[in-house]
């Protein structure tokens, strides 16, 4: 199981900031497809080409990085601070 | 090299931030800071005020690793970076980036690469109110990622 995190602009397109998933693929890859899946804002946020950041265990990830049972996975859209 | 990273909802006094990079440090030769203001005005509207969102936890890691990552780049004697989170109002200081080392080129340098790290690594998010009561997201800046993508992987720029 997973802990999947949403944040920002993201949090408020998809109206959930944190679910749970059992059913988890390998890479965040194949996670944002699994997501986009999902249709709506969902394909809208997660499908080929998004612009959306992600984090394993609160460190930058890219699209190949694995994902493993227990791991905290977050989506942001790109960071806007100092 | 010593490295204080601070994540905090109470209002920042940037001023007194830098001083203890220096002070009791007789090596230090140098001290260079940043300090990063909220404004009224962005893409010609008038703002209000603004909320900082961020990661709780990866926050804290990323100014950390960014620090860090300037100490190896440079010989630091100490790094502190303080942010805000929470409502800010025009004027309030939203981030401070204090360094210092013995001589001047390592911390100006250090200074602005880590700014530029943070503006693009570091998991916080901007909403605005406008005067005419409008909330926005702020978007990210393609000059944020070009100015951290010009810092090369192994440079001491």
């Given at each position: 199981m997973i802990r999947v995190l949403f944040f920002a602009s993201l949090r408020e397109r998809l109206g959930i900031e944190a679910e749970e998933l059992d059913d988890f693929p390998s890479t965040v890859g194949a996670l944002c497809e699994q997501l986009a899946g999902r249709g709506g804002p969902w394909h809208e946020i997660f499908a080929a080409d998004r612009a959306v950041l992600c984090a394993i265990n609160q460190e930058m990830a890219a699209e190949e990085s694995e994902i493993?049972?227990?791991d905290e996975v977050g989506f942001f859209p790109p960071v806007t601070g100092g | 090299?010593?490295?204080?990273?601070?994540?905090?909802?109470?209002?920042?006094?940037?001023?007194?931030?830098?001083?203890?990079?220096?002070?009791?440090?007789?090596?230090?030769?140098?001290?260079?800071?940043?300090?990063?203001?909220?404004r009224d005005i962005n893409q010609g509207d008038q703002v209000d005020a603004m909320t900082l969102e961020h990661y709780p936890g990866?926050?804290?890691?990323?100014?950390?690793?960014?620090?860090?990552?300037?100490?190896?780049?440079w010989p630091l004697s100490a790094v502190r970076i303080a942010h805000r989170v929470g409502e800010l109002r025009p004027q309030d200081p939203i981030v401070l980036v204090a360094v210092s080392s013995a001589h001047r080129d390592a911390s100006l340098r250090a200074c602005?690469?880590?700014?530029?790290?943070?503006k693009t690594r570091a998991p916080f998010w901007k909403r605005e109110l406008t005067a005419d009561g409008e909330t926005r997201w702020v978007e990210a800046r393609d000059s944020d990622t070009e100015a951290a993508a010009a810092w090369s992987d192994d440079e001491a720029g």
């Open positions: 493993t049972d227990g | 090299m010593d490295i204080e990273i601070r994540v905090q909802e109470t209002p920042l006094d940037a001023i007194a931030e830098i001083a203890p990079v220096y002070q009791g440090r007789p090596s230090v030769g140098g001290v260079a800071s940043f300090i990063g203001l909220m990866m926050t804290e890691k990323a100014l950390q690793a960014i620090a860090e990552e300037a100490g190896r780049r602005a690469f880590i700014i530029d790290y943070l």
